[in-house]
């Protein structure tokens, strides 16, 4: 069941003015990825260099790439043991194309 979020979407570089709070939609994790609802979330310098350019990405792109939260829902995988209500930490690099789905590798 698909899930409408708040995040920070950036349609271009710059400022602190092209962070935009934005309803985003998480749809249902796929085989091998997890739906985490964050309790926490890091912005840190690194995401001024990636808002501004210095660092720049595929556009558009949501801000920030560290949470904790609770795992919501879980993708079939014979090789995962995520269990729904687990908690979860989550670091990755580089800005995230799709907020709330983690896949191997990111977490």
Not at 35 to 56: M, T
Not at 89 to 107: A, D, E, Q, T, V
Request: proline residues 8%; contains cysteine; hydrophobic residues 40%.
């Amino acid at each position: 069941m698909s899930q409408t979020v708040k995040a920070v979407k950036l349609s271009s570089f710059g400022g602190p003015e092209v962070m935009k709070l934005v309803d985003v939609t998480v749809g249902d994790p796929g085989p091998g990825q997890a739906r985490v609802r964050h309790h926490a979330i890091g912005l840190n310098f690194i995401d001024i260099y990636q808002r501004s350019g210095v660092y720049p990405n595929a556009l558009p792109a949501v801000l920030g790439m560290e949470g904790a939260g609770v795992v919501e829902a879980a993708g079939p995988s014979p090789t995962s043991s995520l269990v729904i209500g687990s908690l979860m930490r989550i670091i990755r690099w580089g800005l995230m194309r799709s907020p709330g789905l983690c896949r191997p590798g990111s977490w």
